[in-house]
């Protein structure tokens, strides 16, 4: 059975710094490119970030490019993303998905997807 299950949200000032976690089970990790989306509140589900099977091709949203890194430990079945100068726009509900094959954030190419983590952003 496919899990992904997200942790690290909450809530941060703005220029903070939150590291979100997905931890993966019921496949092999390794296998799959990934992706973080986020949903704010009225606005519809976006892409924010992929990352290939081995780690060695990432992409990023234009809004978060220079201050969210994404990364995986298949060893530990994780995937992260470190999001740092946090602004109030960033927040939203995060969440992880495994991608069928490769590519970027192609939100219909995505299979499986976790049950989100808070991010709050404010003062």
């Known amino acids: 059975q496919v899990q992904l299950v997200e942790s690290g949200g909450g809530l941060v000032q703005p220029g903070g710094s939150l590291r979100l976690s997905c931890a993966a089970s019921?496949?092999?990790?390794?296998?799959?490119?990934m992706g973080w989306f986020r949903q704010a509140p009225g606005k519809e589900r976006e892409g924010v970030s992929s990352?290939?099977?081995?780690?060695?091709?990432?992409y990023y949203a234009d809004s978060v490019k220079g201050r969210f890194t994404i990364s995986r430990d298949n060893g530990k079945n994780t995937v992260y993303l470190q999001m740092n100068s946090l602004k109030a726009e960033d927040t939203a509900v995060y969440y992880c998905?495994?991608?069928?094959?490769?590519?970027?954030?192609?939100?219909?190419?995505?299979?499986?997807w976790g049950q989100g983590t808070q991010v709050t952003v404010s003062s």
């Open positions: 990352i290939s099977s081995s780690g060695g091709l990432t």
């Open positions: 998905a495994r991608r069928r094959g490769r590519g970027g954030l192609e939100e219909t190419l995505y299979d499986y």
């Open positions: 019921g496949f092999t990790l390794g296998y799959y490119y």
